[in-house]
């Protein structure tokens, strides 16, 4: 198994829209850890591209993260919320879409990788089956003991549990508005919530961002962190200029739908602060009709009106390579678990 054989018990989040390069899973495979690609909002060519790519730029095996197709929103429900946007933003075209899911697996069976992560959702037995003929390993990214009994029944191999600290889009298999009153389980509930019905491997994610927060997570039952905001200063990471400038600052993070229609975690600014409210569950149609006024936020320099997507612990990220980070957070993680063990 793949977590098996890391010298480091460290996994690079596949964090789609530019930040997860092949530079970045080549830096942090060459420190010992795990990486992935994000084939989110790529077409299947680009994808391909990216996976040719990363193998040029690395012998070490890698992973791809894809995201589950979920259902279709009625135009009904984020009519009203447009017409707001559309009076002071330029938008585009509300759309749904697979994200060519089928088409991605096709690719992933015909040019296999190490691991085939999901987010949004979880694959059949079938399509887990498929990619575990070509041998693929199968990691699914859940959020509560429900979805990680719907995943182990899937016959994934481990699962990612994304506490609610966690940075961008929450990866709960439904965006249902009439959850939004129970608060999401923070990473260290999900944990133990996690090792008490399943004996698969999981990886935990959410606001890990030093030494001390990988060995928490490894003494809660993990046999890795994921890493994703931490890795966003990093020079490999494909991170737009003005979100790389945010990270790192004090501002607190809040939990927002106003930029794609789904739940996600990212820096408090004014277009979150005014639109939240309001803002629908349609996703991807929102992602796809903000898309325009994000690209000119970005264009103009504006942190205001771009998804500055991070996790609660944004503030303690460097702007280290993400080789010498990760071989950081690795000395730094057996202190903490010595230090821990000596007490």
């Known amino acids: 198994?793949?977590?098996?054989?890391?010298?480091?018990?460290?996994v690079a989040a596949p964090m789609a829209g530019g930040p997860s390069t092949p530079e970045l899973v080549a830096a942090v495979a060459a420190a010992g850890g795990f990486g992935q690609l994000a084939a989110g909002y790529l077409t299947v060519d680009a994808v391909a591209a990216q996976l040719a790519a990363t193998r040029a730029a690395t012998a070490a095996p890698f992973g791809i993260n894809l995201?589950?197709?979920?259902?279709?929103?009625?135009?009904?429900?984020?009519?009203?919320?447009l017409a707001e946007l559309g009076a002071s933003f330029p938008l585009g075209t509300p759309n749904h879409d697979t994200d060519a899911w089928a088409e991605k697996l096709d690719l992933l069976a015909a040019?296999?990788?190490?691991?085939?992560?999901?987010?949004?959702?979880?694959?059949?037995?079938v399509e887990v089956d498929r990619l575990h003929a070509v041998g693929t390993e199968v990691w699914v990214t859940v959020t509560s003991p429900a979805e990680a009994r719907i995943a182990v029944d899937a016959g994934a191999d481990a699962l990612i549990a994304q506490g609610a600290e966690a940075g961008g889009h929450r990866a709960t298999f439904l965006d249902d508005p009439a959850d939004d009153p129970v608060d999401p389980l923070g990473l260290l509930t999900l944990l133990q919530l996690l090792t008490a019905v399943t004996d698969r491997p999981l990886i935990?994610?959410?606001?890990?961002?030093?030494?001390?927060?990988?060995a928490g997570v490894?003494?809660?039952?993990?046999?890795?962190?994921?890493?994703?905001?931490a890795l966003l200063r990093c020079a490999e990471a494909g991170t737009n200029a003005v979100h790389r400038a945010a990270i790192g600052s004090t501002e607190p993070t809040m939990l927002t739908r106003a930029f794609t229609?789904?739940?996600?975690?990212?820096?408090?600014?004014?277009?979150?602060?005014?639109?939240?409210?309001?803002?629908?569950?349609?996703?991807?149609?929102?992602?796809?009709?903000?898309?325009?006024?994000?690209?000119?936020?970005?264009?103009?320099?504006n942190p205001d009106e771009v998804?500055?997507?991070?996790?609660?612990?944004?503030?303690?990220?460097?702007?280290?390579?993400?080789?010498?980070?990760?071989?950081?957070?690795?000395?730094?993680?057996?202190?903490?678990?010595?230090?821990?063990?000596?007490?």
């Open 1 to 10: 198994m793949v977590l098996e054989s890391l010298r480091v018990p460290i």
């Open 67 to 81: 995201f589950a197709p979920g259902p279709a929103a009625e135009p009904a429900t984020y009519a009203n919320y």
């Open 111 to 125: 040019d296999p990788v190490a691991v085939v992560s999901t987010t949004f959702g979880c694959p059949t037995s």
């Open 204 to 214: 935990a994610a959410g606001g890990i961002a030093t030494g001390a927060g990988v």
């Open 218 to 229: 490894l003494a809660a039952g993990a046999r890795a962190a994921q890493l994703g905001t």
């Open 261 to 301: 229609g789904r739940r996600a975690r990212g820096i408090r600014n004014r277009f979150l602060l005014e639109h939240s409210a309001d803002a629908p569950a349609a996703y991807p149609e929102i992602h796809y009709a903000t898309a325009p006024l994000r690209a000119a936020g970005r264009a103009a320099g």
């Open 307 to 343: 998804n500055l997507w991070a996790g609660q612990a944004h503030s303690l990220s460097s702007e280290q390579s993400a080789s010498e980070l990760v071989s950081d957070l690795a000395a730094d993680t057996k202190t903490a678990l010595r230090k821990a063990l000596s007490e």
